[in-house]
């Protein structure tokens, strides 16, 4: 939305892991980066915006192989700087003249590299600094005009560069944290031998993103789905401050929210930020559409029906409705173009109110588009939303319709709020929370013998789950301080009578997912 008024560096994605990744860090530096896809024409990336220099990303396919990915060759006669990682750097190579070859070493790990001459990337950067590598191939001969700068014992071509044409290349990976220096490196280039200006923070954003928000809907109204999740509320916050009265939120309770978090939504952008709010409470509709069904699948698609169903009957009440809302994020525009695959997240699942009828004329409206989830959470802060809210867990669009395993019903959904808002609570009191990715309860449709109060019982079961992720594609399940499980474990069989047992799930993503439906 507002980045062309910045300098940027565009980083080509090879189909690496960790593109997305490469691209935070450069922002990290207060420099515009902007993700394209390997094969992105010299035009293309010139039209990102002003472009100062380019990073080519890593990725598994090997430089040898007949079909592997190549970019542009018009890149390298742009006058920018290249900055190649692992297969940019082999890829590179091998276009400009040099070889690469699959040696019978291959290279996993921590390793340290040997600085043997000066250069503008490794300014300030230790001799023997700790960086990550992952590779099979390497390269054998360089280009003519570069030069070796870092070497390993089993890669003599650690690091090279051509300072005439301001091309550098790196076997290892700077961007991960297993790179003690990697940022450093990341910022000599953006801000060093790029010369960009550090100027790319939420301060300024929000200023670029009201106006264009402004000039983009006039005098138009603009709708809102608002979960109470983070992106949808900094979107909201974001075009209230551009157009105020012209925005109207739709907040649907399907019932199946955590403890008081219907008022407190009410609350805090009714009253505290006084936002239009159009509020269906239709838990009762929910309930209904659930009796009998126990299938996951079965019973998100119910859930994602009805939601899609009651926001447009909340809609059709705010008026003449030009633009709908969405939190969409930078990695779902970068996943949905991406030639290595990927969901398209154009439009999101149900919770982000995709799938409304097609009869319905509004323009998508996405001011979060150009941003990752941490820059989102920071814009958050400067807009007002408090802090709980900033840094809240991700949560379920069906929400706890999908932790109620089995059958849906009031009550076990009352009593799965309640272990719920005691499992969260210890962990925020233990000072445990911003460690933890995701925590979690589910309620099983499993019943145990228990003794409480000198009586036997025959009551649930619940499951606690807390995870460590970057990204949520794999997780690894949080150790969790016995203390804090027995505490939670107590109060949950003392405070919660529909269950008299509670167990803790050590199991990590892959094999499990992170939710249990």
């Given amino acids: 939305m507002s980045s062309n008024s910045h300098d940027c560096i565009v980083v080509l994605d090879f189909g690496a892991q960790y593109s997305q990744l490469i691209a935070r860090r450069v922002r990290e530096t ?57 297969y940019g750097l082999q890829v590179m190579s091998v276009m400009l003249g040099g070889r690469v070859e699959s040696p019978e070493h291959k290279e996993y790990g921590i390793a340290n590299i040997d600085i043997s001459a000066s250069s503008p990337l490794f300014e300030g950067v230790s001799r023997n600094s700790q960086v990550w590598m992952s590779h099979g191939d390497r390269v054998s001969a360089i280009p003519e005009g570069f030069v070796t700068t870092a070497s390993t014992p089993s890669c003599p071509y650690t690091a090279v560069e051509d300072r005439r044409r301001n091309f550098y290349g790196v076997q290892f990976h700077p961007e991960v944290v297993h790179s003690l220096e990697g940022q450093k490196m990341i910022a000599n280039f953006a801000l060093g031998i790029c010369r960009c200006r550090a100027d790319w923070n939420m301060g300024s954003f929000i200023n670029e993103a009201v106006e264009a928000i ?72 929910f309930l209904e559409a659930l009796k009998g069904k126990t299938d996951p699948e079965d019973k998100r698609k119910t859930i994602g029906k009805l939601f899609v169903d009651t926001f447009y009957n909340e809609a059709r009440k705010c008026g003449d409705i030009s633009y709908l809302a969405q939190g969409t994020l930078y990695p779902d525009i970068v996943e949905s173009r991406s030639p290595f695959g990927g969901p398209s ?152 009578s529909a269950v008299n047992r509670v167990l803790y799930d050590i199991t990590s993503k892959p094999p499990a997912t992170i939710e249990w439906e």
């Fill in 30 to 86: 207060g420099v515009y980066s902007q993700i394209l896809p390997f094969n992105a024409s010299c035009d293309e990336i010139m039209a990102s915006g002003n472009v100062k220099g380019i990073i080519f990303s890593g990725g598994p396919a090997s430089v040898t192989t007949e079909g592997s990915p190549r970019p542009d060759k018009g890149i390298f006669s742009l006058g920018l700087p290249v900055f190649g990682i692992c």
């Fill in 214 to 285: 402004r000039a983009e809907v006039g005098d138009r109204n603009v709708l809102c789905g608002l979960s109470g999740g983070v992106d949808s509320s900094v979107a909201a916050l974001l075009i209230h401050r551009a157009i105020g009265d012209q925005l109207v939120c739709v907040f649907v309770n399907n019932g199946m929210l955590r403890k008081g978090e219907a008022q407190s939504v009410l609350d805090l952008f009714g009253k505290n930020f006084n936002i239009r709010l159009q509020y269906a409470d239709a838990e009762n509709d």
């Fill in 345 to 496: 997240a154009t439009i999101k699942s149900h919770h982000n109110v995709g799938g409304l009828p097609s009869d319905l004329k509004w323009k998508l409206l996405e001011p979060l588009k150009d941003l990752f989830k941490d820059e989102v959470r920071d814009l958050g802060r400067q807009l007002g939303l408090p802090e709980e809210l900033v840094n809240r867990h991700p949560f379920p669009g069906p929400g706890l319709g999908v932790r109620c395993i089995g059958e849906v019903t009031k009550e076990r959904l009352d009593a799965l709020r309640e272990i719920d808002a005691i499992f969260i609570e210890e962990i925020r009191k233990a000072g445990l929370y911003g460690e933890i990715w995701q925590a979690l309860a589910d309620l099983l449709p499993v019943k145990s013998v228990g003794v409480q109060g000198d009586e036997r019982t025959y009551r649930e079961v619940c499951t606690l789950r807390a995870v460590t992720s970057a990204d949520a594609m794999t997780a690894d399940w949080y150790r969790m301080p016995y203390d804090v499980m027995q505490k939670v474990a107590s109060r949950i069989c003392n405070e919660v």
